[in-house]
């Protein structure tokens, strides 16, 4: 007779590990993982009280004491515990809290399995350039996409990303039209001219689109980083949208390497508000490479015309200098100065950047080399060591033409 009840009755040690197995399928609701995966189970025991009576006592630790969703967990734990066949079951809970060391290991571990921003993979070769103005239509999009297809045609493997969400261009300066195809999640990015490319725009009118735009820029920059399969190129340009803002602070803490390009036209009213798009070093950690001084002049039978004025580009990165010196350790470069001239945007809107002739090879343009002349400053290991060269001291004779 005693053999049968032996039998029927379920011993402790089966009881305690089913409530374990049942408690892998109670989700944290903030973490969204299981409580045994997160380690948040510490101890389950079973205790035979009488005849069919179990008492059964789970130890917990939360990630926050007293959280509001403790009260979801608890509840959660009781209905997976309730019922056991041919046994009643009466819960303890202990619910305390996790130590600090237990905590930061598993905020680490949460991390690692986060899918990851590459970018943040420390000892990463990828310089990254986020080309900033303070004005918009100064030429941010044209110098991204030539100084791109320039590193990409000097051999470096190179990558953009245009994170003017609402104003996007690289699709159209790039000829990229087609989708990124989709790989099981992450999506590979579109080549052309052999610059590997990314844009909202390409995702015109799906639903990824919105998706990507999301609420917050810091979040789109974010899925560009990480949802899209870069590999570890050489160089990472990033097209910004205008403003002095938000992108500049969203791009250093998405990207700790990035380093700022300014670029701006001659005349003092948007020089003035390039500074201030650079002085976004003061409140970021982030490197200022160098200005860029676009629409410098416009060659006219024969004669330079200075339609918009002269010395913004060196006006900037004077006062870049003066102002970031200390901190950065170095001084804020005029990379360039970069003429007007009607290809830009002619053969730009076909999709083909100037600095290329038609078959992708780089052009004898004095407009390429000026470019060329960029990446290889850029490239030097020394930002110190940067001589400058401001053509607007060289040709003193054409000022007349202002
Ligand atoms: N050096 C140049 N010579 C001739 N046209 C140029 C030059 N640079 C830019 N452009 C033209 O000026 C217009 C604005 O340039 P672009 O779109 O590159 O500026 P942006 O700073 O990116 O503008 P936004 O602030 O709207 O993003 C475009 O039509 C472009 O083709
Ligand atoms: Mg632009």
């Not at 690289?170 to 099981?184: D, I």
């Not at 992708?360 to 060329?372: E, K, P, V, W």
Request: aromatic share 4%; with cysteine; hydrophobic share 40%.
């Amino acid at each position: 007779m005693k053999d049968t009840e032996n039998a029927i009755k379920p011993s402790e040690q089966v009881i305690a590990r089913e409530i374990y197995a049942r408690l892998t399928g109670v989700i944290d609701p903030e973490l969204g993982k299981s409580i045994t995966d997160l380690g948040m189970v510490t101890g389950v025991s079973v205790e035979n009280t009488s005849a069919k009576h179990y008492a059964v006592k789970i130890s917990i630790e939360l990630t926050v004491p007293g959280c509001p969703l403790s009260e979801v967990i608890r509840e959660r734990i009781e209905s997976a515990v309730t019922s056991y066949p041919d046994a009643d079951l009466s819960l303890t809970l202990d619910v305390g809290s996790m130590g600090e060391e237990k905590l930061n290991h598993l905020v680490a571990e949460l991390k690692a399995a986060r899918r990851e921003n590459p970018f943040h993979k420390p000892g990463i070769k990828t310089r990254v350039f986020a080309i900033a103005s303070g004005k918009g239509g100064v030429g941010k999009s044209s110098v991204t996409a030539n100084l791109a297809a320039t590193f990409a045609a000097l051999g470096y493997d190179t990558a953009v990303i245009d994170a003017d969400i609402y104003g996007f261009s690289m699709p159209k300066l790039l000829g990229a039209h087609s989708h990124p195809t989709n790989l099981n999640g992450m999506l590979m990015p579109v080549e052309a001219w052999g610059v590997k490319v990314m844009s909202i725009g390409m995702f015109a009118g799906s639903d990824q689109a919105i998706l990507w735009r999301g609420p917050r820029l810091q979040r789109s920059l974010e899925q560009f980083l990480s949802d899209v399969w870069w590999g570890e190129p050489d160089v990472l340009l990033i097209d910004m949208a205008p403003g002095t803002g938000d992108m500049a602070i969203s791009v250093a803490q998405s990207l700790p390497n990035a380093e700022l390009i300014v670029v701006t036209t001659p005349q003092p009213s948007a020089s003035d508000i390039a500074v201030r798009a650079g002085l976004v070093a003061l409140q970021v950690p982030m490197d200022v490479a160098g200005v860029v001084e676009n629409m410098s002049w416009y060659d006219h039978d024969g004669q330079r015309l200075r339609i918009f004025g002269q010395g913004g580009g060196q006006r900037v990165a004077d006062q870049l200098t003066q102002q970031l010196e200390t901190k950065l350790g170095h001084k804020v470069p005029l990379l360039a100065q970069l003429p007007l001239e009607t290809d830009v945007r002619e053969v730009g809107e076909t999709g083909r950047p100037v600095v290329l002739d038609e078959d992708g090879q780089l052009a004898s343009s004095d407009l390429s080399i000026r470019f060329q002349e960029i990446v290889q400053q850029l490239m030097e290991n020394n930002q110190t060591e940067i001589v400058t060269h401001n053509e607007d001291n060289e040709d003193s004779e054409d000022e007349s033409h202002e």
